[in-house]
């Protein structure tokens, strides 16, 4: 089987969700609105609406992993939420490490010239599309 082309990568928050998606031939990735919602159960099947809507061959969720590899609490509840979201999904789902993808999209935004205000509505969806580009780099 060939490599997916159609990627959903997903930065987890407890209140924030970014997001982030390859196009239809795989080559270019764009972040997406992100989603406002904190109950697990409804964040999953709007996750999985999007990924069905872009019709995902692939959803990338990020792992937020210590920096010596191992699990803390957030990723203990970020891993909670993978099983709730790959119930919804009707595709694969993956994860990686999503450390500092954050920051690095603040710095990105900031880099960009976007003011603070701006940055922090942006930088979710493009933590996003950080764990899309890891992924991809990953595995190829």
């Known amino acids: 089987m060939s490599a997916p082309r159609r990627i959903l990568a997903v930065d987890y928050g407890d209140s924030r969700t970014g997001l982030a998606a390859t196009d239809w031939t795989g080559t270019?990735?764009?972040?997406?609105?992100?989603?406002?919602?904190?109950?697990?159960?409804?964040?999953?099947?709007?996750?999985a609406a999007v990924a069905a809507e872009r019709e995902t061959e692939l959803v990338v969720l990020g792992m937020p992993l210590n920096v010596d590899g191992s699990a803390g609490q957030r990723a203990e509840r970020t891993a909670a939420f993978q099983a709730r979201l790959a119930a919804a999904l009707s595709c694969p789902l993956a994860t990686v490490d999503e450390s500092h993808s954050t920051d690095e999209a603040h710095e990105r935004l900031k880099t960009g010239g976007l003011?603070?205000?701006?940055?922090k509505q942006l930088a979710d969806s493009i933590a996003a599309l950080v764990i899309?580009?890891?992924?991809?780099g990953r595995r190829g």
């Not at 899309?132 to 991809?136: F, H």
């Open 28 to 47: 270019i990735a764009v972040p997406l609105p992100r989603i406002d919602e904190r109950d697990p159960e409804r964040l999953a099947r709007a996750i």
């Open 115 to 119: 003011k603070a205000a701006k940055r």
């Open 132 to 136: 899309l580009e890891r992924y991809r």
